[in-house]
């Protein structure tokens, strides 16, 4: 079995530092690949993806424009804006060549707008090159992080897919959310698998480094997610408990495994 790939999210990773600087970060700490939240539309383009040709490291992905709610692509009255933060990300997803855009649900205490937010991803899901392999992704977001997220589980983001039913509609498989909120992450994995698109990794339940005071055996469900047929990277979405580098022996967990 390959070792595992990791992706530094620049989300979490390095936020003291400007976004260009955390790329270049990434490459020094031994990254294999890069993902943002929504830094890389707030940036010049041509500089960003400069650095990316100088390290040499490949972007798993990129989020939609988040504000102050999470995403609005479920936010009553919000479609038409929704729409643009769409396509403004799919415009920087093709310039970085980005293998995936998240298109986030929002915070709405009602669980907001569901038949808008469909309309969203599917106005997403047109906006890619046919000929390309770059996918729409929705994230579980559990209500431990976020109480009125109007996407809690995975069986709600399972549902979703199976309406679209289109196959560049994934899922971001977060094992922190998917373990706070259903439980089994390895159970969820299993029975969702076909369907994932990209896997996250911190610990549980601090969301710290994997293996900080963590219930999950992380090298154990990672080979086990790579022997269900997952090929792609693991982002790394966690906090880190001091500078990112003193943090990262983790790493070493995943060599006896692999």
């Not at 055996?217 to 086990?224: N, R, S, V, W």
Request: glycine share 10%.
């Amino acid at each position: 079995m390959d070792r595992p790939r990791f992706s530094a999210n620049t989300g979490f990773l390095w936020t003291d530092r400007p976004f260009p600087d955390r790329l270049r970060a990434a490459a020094a700490a031994g990254f294999d690949a890069v993902e943002f939240h929504d830094e890389a539309q707030r940036h010049d383009l041509a500089e960003i993806h400069a650095i990316l040709q100088e390290t040499g490291l490949p972007v798993c992905g990129l989020n939609v424009r988040m504000g102050g709610t999470a995403g609005c692509a479920s936010l009553p009255g919000a479609e038409d804006q929704a729409r643009r933060d769409v396509d403004d990300a799919l415009r920087v997803a093709e310039a970085l060549r980005a293998g995936a855009v998240h298109v986030l649900a929002g915070r709405v205490a009602d669980g907001g707008d569901r038949a808008q937010y469909l309309r969203v991803l599917r106005h997403a899901l047109d906006g890619l090159d046919p000929s390309g392999e770059r996918v729409i992704l929705i994230e579980p977001i559990c209500r431990a992080a976020m109480a009125d997220y109007a996407l809690p589980d995975i069986a709600t983001a399972a549902a979703i897919l199976a309406e679209i039913d289109h196959p560049r509609l994934k899922i971001m498989f977060d094992c922190f959310h998917i373990a706070m909120q259903d439980g089994d992450a390895l159970a969820a994995f299993a029975a969702h698998a076909e369907q994932i698109g990209h896997v996250q990794i911190a610990s549980v339940p601090g969301r710290n480094e994997p293996g900080d005071k963590d219930r999950l055996d992380l090298p154990i469900l990672i080979a086990a997610m790579q022997g269900l047929g997952y090929s792609g990277a693991f982002g790394c979405e966690y906090h880190p408990r001091g500078r990112v580098e003193d943090g990262l022996a983790w790493r070493r967990g995943f060599e006896a495994v692999h």
